[in-house]
């Protein structure tokens, strides 16, 4: 994995696994009894770490969104110290891809994982979904049931997250975003392969109206400098937006 220089970026966006131990067929760490409290422990840590070198940094887990509930059950108590540790949490496949993209996520597993978002949402923390759809009327669907729920929603037409969508973002504005609860939309584009250089990179997300990027911070092993980012966050309408920066630690 790259090394992520966390006082580059003020904001970070990465995938966490939520399940115990005998959920995922794994052979047990003796030392650690529970990986619900061991993922927990380690995000609070990388937040900890990041807000010491900037306060106003952002975390947001995606998928693992169990770990928001003491016992890990919709109905459990808010678990306060990780969710004081994030600003918000993502999901995919939350009402379409959860078995094939364009295919809607069967109503039982939407259910469930409302139940936690949910619980994330009303301790103040802003949800963004991502629906893997290109149906322009399932997209358009996303869009609105999403919107409903009071999600922050991005339909990504294609599961590689490679392209830059060629309509407006959904509730697209020309405000200055300077927190996730500000921002109104997003572009998840973790993956740079059709571009060429950091150049066409920026130019294209430049050309954009999106309140947040979601992205690598390397492209073709090169990592993009302060002066790059200070690019990408202006919004093509005059807006400014936020870059976030995307790290697996599953």
């Not at 919709?74 to 994030?86: E, S, T, V």
């Not at 929603?153 to 927190?179: D, G, K, M, Y």
């Not at 998840?188 to 309140?211: G, H, M, Q, R």
Request: proline share 4%; glycine share 6%; hydrophobic share 40%.
């Amino acid at each position: 994995m790259k090394k992520v220089v966390l006082g580059l970026l003020a904001a970070i966006f990465f995938t966490a696994c939520g399940n115990d131990n005998d959920d995922i067929g794994i052979t047990p760490d003796p030392e650690v009894s529970n990986y619900r409290d061991a993922m927990r422990e380690f995000v609070i840590g990388i937040s900890q770490k990041a807000h010491i070198a900037n306060p106003g940094f952002i975390v947001i887990p995606q998928n693992g969104i169990e770990l928001v509930s003491t016992t890990g059950e919709a109905n459990g108590a808010p678990h306060a110290d990780y969710l004081n540790a994030i600003s918000g949490n993502g999901q995919e496949d939350f009402l379409y891809g959860y078995d094939n993209d364009d295919q809607a996520t069967p109503a039982s597993v939407t259910s469930y994982l409302k139940g936690f978002l949910d619980l994330s949402k009303n301790a103040g923390k802003t949800i963004l979904t991502i629906d893997y759809c290109s149906a322009p009327s399932k997209m358009s669907e996303s869009y609105t049931i999403n919107n409903s729920f009071g999600y922050v929603s991005f339909a990504a037409p294609e599961r590689s997250l490679t392209i830059i969508p060629a309509a407006q973002p959904n509730n697209v504005n020309s405000n200055v975003i300077t927190t996730l609860s500000e921002a109104k939309n997003f572009l998840y584009l973790i993956n740079p392969e059709n571009f060429t250089t950091k150049a066409d990179f920026i130019a294209a997300v430049s050309a954009t109206n999106y309140d947040a990027v979601i992205m690598d911070l390397f492209i073709n092993d090169e990592e993009f400098t302060a002066a790059e980012i200070a690019q990408l966050k202006n919004k093509a309408n005059g807006g400014k937006r936020l870059i976030i920066s995307y790290m697996s630690i599953g």
